[in-house]
């Protein structure tokens, strides 16, 4: 840890309920628990496409449940669920998405954002690839007045962003998580109905590959529960082998400014340097 740090303000900018506590969840319980920064998270669509058991209406109230009480294992300080369509994020024009996240940015003076990485490759969803590319045009121009200047909040510049991607370019940031890993796991476990989503996605292919897994049979709430502990475990473990950690989440690491440049300054880390 570096010397002592002002207190920040962090928004998490995501497509999905449950994509932060996925792929950030042990970064964020260590900027809430030993920094004491104050967190938000706002997710961009209703979820109403992630399951094969309920209705599109069912699960738009439930992950929305289930969203903010995974907020609350976390100590976020606000879960805000803005309801576009599930899948249908492009579909919305990226100047409207970009002056959404702005405003957030602006209203909750976030020092540091994250999200999905624009520029990691692969990227299958289309809600992820959007919300990427219009989180980091948000966060570089939401501190010129210029830019959305009917804006009810006033303009703030972000200084940092932390970028997670499923197939990481360019991310060598490694966050120690082994001291967070079990919250993490808890607040990936409040979102039931999409831990139900990937243990159902898991039968599937296993039934499609012809390999016999008696734990995806009709598990309960208990297996599915002990399905994703492993797998966060045996993911999360796998990371941080590469950076000497027990349990690791690896971002992109982008600062944006240029005053150590020109004042020839030693280049500022994150606070996990
Ligand atoms: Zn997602």
């Known amino acids: 840890m570096p010397e002592q740090q002002q207190k920040k303000t962090i928004l998490v900018v995501v497509a999905h309920a449950d994509d932060m506590e996925f792929m ?26 992630g399951s094969y058991r ?34 249908d994020l492009a579909d919305i024009p990226v100047n409207v998405l970009r002056g959404k996240i702005m405003s957030m940015i602006r209203e909750v003076r976030a020092d540091i954002v994250m999200s999905w990485d624009p520029f990691a490759p692969y990227e299958e ?16 121009f939401g501190g010129s007045p210029l830019f959305y200047p009917d804006h009810e909040y006033k303009p703030y510049q972000t200084s940092e962003l ?30 039931d109905c999409q831990m139900a989503l990937t243990v159902d996605m898991l039968a599937r292919e296993a039934e499609i590959l012809g ?3 008696p734990m995806l049979k009709n598990p309960d709430a208990d297996t ?6 492993m797998g966060i475990r045996n993911h999360f473990g796998a990371v941080g082998e590469k950076a000497g950690f027990a349990f690791a989440e690896q971002f992109r690491y982008e600062r944006i400014g240029m005053i150590e440049e020109i004042l020839g300054l030693p280049a500022r880390g994150s606070d996990f340097d």
Do not use: C, M
Request: aromatic letters at 8%.
């Open 162 to 191: 932390y970028w997670f991607a499923k197939v990481p370019a360019n991310a060598a940031l490694f966050v120690d998580i082994s001291a967070t890993i079990d919250k993490k796991i808890k607040a990936l476990l409040a979102h």
């Open 125 to 140: 969803h289309p809600d992820h690839r959007r919300v990427a590319t219009a989180t980091l045009e948000a966060a570089h």
């Open 54 to 87: 309920l209705s599109s209406e069912e699960l738009v109230r439930v992950s929305a449940e289930e969203a903010r009480a995974a907020g609350d294992i976390l100590g976020l300080k606000e879960v805000r669920l803005e309801g576009y369509v599930d899948g």
């Open 224 to 229: 599915r529960a002990q399905l994703i502990e």
């Open 24 to 49: 950030a969840a042990g970064t964020i319980a260590r900027f809430i628990d030993e920094l004491g920064y104050d967190v938000y998270e706002y997710i961009l669509t209703d979820n109403s496409k």
């Open 211 to 213: 390999i016999d897994v």
